[in-house]
């Protein structure tokens, strides 16, 4: 015996989800179910909505509903920094910190050998023409994840950089805030002793 | 800064789902504008599907898209048997056993007075009432989960199924097949002696 088709054809699409497996599609899908029926429709719209009004900033690359999206079009913002991020979510989180006043660039990856991602697949044309183009930016920030994909794509885009002779720098490594040494990695605390600051 | 309000809308949908946070309900929101479009439309389509077509048997209480559902208007099952669960996946998961040729039953739920759901809550009253309008069923197998409120759930039940002298009988406990020993909790292991058997 089979699910009725309308139960498995909702399990299907939520398994296509990240992480989730057949088991947890098949919770959500029952749960779907008792759902209010006013939920479950915004829920539907909400996937419609996403896919047809999101878009990436032709600038910067990260998602708007507008173009240029409402960082790119703030002429208040520091015009003179740029920081270089795998996703748009990196720009969100940049943001939530609230000390930073300049402008972004979304790699939408990173360089992968083993996926077979080079540097065509990524943002990084439209990231050296705009730099050509705009010569308020002073400084690239190079904000990539601290895993070694991130690591090599910071470096590539650096070397990218250098004959212009910009100021291109890359987030500091050491211990999280409020995290314990004994916990650390050796390759965190080899970081952190090696980037001491004198106090 | 906000997310944009359509993939806002979005996460607050996917945080709607059984276990699923705000880390992952955005890494979902994310993925989402990544995937086909088509995709995207068919997982929508799904939701509206299964909350519109999906009704519950009016029978037996199991999610179908006709009322009866297949296994109550089968004729050819066991109609001397009724197994009676906790939800509608566990009717599933008898099925693939391929062994059971009865009915079923399912209640919704399980008797728990921390989340303040009585027998008033649970599909009992049409259980009753099915076994007195249907005398064909001889036996009623309690199939609810081996967690306290099912144990006390199918107590109640036997209780209540007592006095009009019919058969009641509940699922055996022990050891999982391919289980070991060595990490089977305590209770399991009494139960499993308890219900031992000759060879």
Known sequence: MQ???PIAKLIDSYMKLPGIGAKSATRMAFYTIDMPADDVTD???ALISAKR?????????NITENDPCVICADKTRDQSKLIVVEQPKDVMSLEKMREYHGLYHVLHGVLSPIEGKGPEDLNITSL??????NEAIQEVILATNATPEGEATAMYISRLLKPA???????AHGLAVGSDIEYADEMTLFKAIEGRTEI
């Open 128 to 133: 050296v023409k705009r730099l050509q183009d």
């Open 3 to 5: 699910y009725p088709e």
């Open 53 to 61: 009004d999101l878009h990436y900033c032709s600038i910067c690359g």
């Open 43 to 45: 829920f539907a719209k």
């Open 165 to 171: 002779g910009l100021k291109t720098t890359r987030l």
